[in-house]
């Protein structure tokens, strides 16, 4: 097990940027029980994770170095007084330069862990975007992504939504997208906070790997 890249370590938290197809937290089993948590704790080991990404996204993940600190952080995540930004890159050409995308999600539970719009019954779930870059060659776009909500699966749900999978979502792309690239193109690339100790904002950065 490889120590993860450490963006940030203070007495107070610890900022790792977690590669793809790692579990953020141990799975089932012990054949799952390599993780972003795991690697860190093994040298840290007051690290408890404050908030999750999926396996397949790539990108920021903050630790509290304590139980006090964990609990402080997770009510800033839970009323969402962290700024949250990904990059992704997606199938076609965006016509606009930036929107938002307001559509409710709940688990498909028939198909779990995938989540569906579900305009009745759905969670409200709210996502901003806004376009880097246009590949016209490849007809693929690079989007700056803000979560205002944390829904799972959320971001790509809501760009699959909108006719632009990103490329290589094994869950939601048609299998030519997903085939595109051998990993899920979504990172966490910015955290923005107040420090839990003295409420300085600090500023997380993470350039994509992509």
Not at 40 to 49: K, S
Not at 54 to 70: E, K, Y
Not at 194 to 209: F, N, T, V
Request: proline share 9%.
């Amino acid at each position: 097990m490889s120590l993860p890249t450490l963006v940030h370590v203070d007495d107070a938290l610890i900022a790792a940027d977690k590669p793809a197809d790692l579990l953020s937290v141990p799975g089932r089993g012990p054949e799952n029980a390599d993780c972003l948590a795991a690697r860190l704790q093994a040298v840290y080991a007051d690290a408890l994770i404050v908030h999750r990404l999926d396996m397949a996204t790539s990108g920021l993940i903050v630790f509290g170095r304590g139980p006090a600190v964990q609990r402080v952080l997770s009510i800033a995540f839970a009323e969402r007084r962290v700024a949250k930004t990904y990059v992704a890159i997606v199938d076609g050409l965006l016509s606009a330069d930036a929107g938002e995308i307001d559509l409710p999600l709940i688990a498909d539970w028939p198909n779990r862990p995938r989540q569906v719009v579900d305009r009745d019954r759905g969670k409200p779930s709210h996502t901003r975007w806004r376009v880097l870059a246009r590949d016209e060659d490849r007809l693929r776009t690079r989007v700056e992504l803000e979560p205002v909500t944390g829904r799972s699966h959320q971001l790509r749900v809501h760009l699959q939504a909108i006719g632009h999978p990103i490329l290589g979502d094994t869950l939601y792309a048609p299998e030519t997208i997903a085939a595109a690239s051998p990993r899920l193109l979504l990172h966490a690339s910015r955290l923005r906070l107040a420090h839990p100790i003295d409420g300085r904002e600090i500023d997380l950065p993470s350039p994509p790997p992509f």
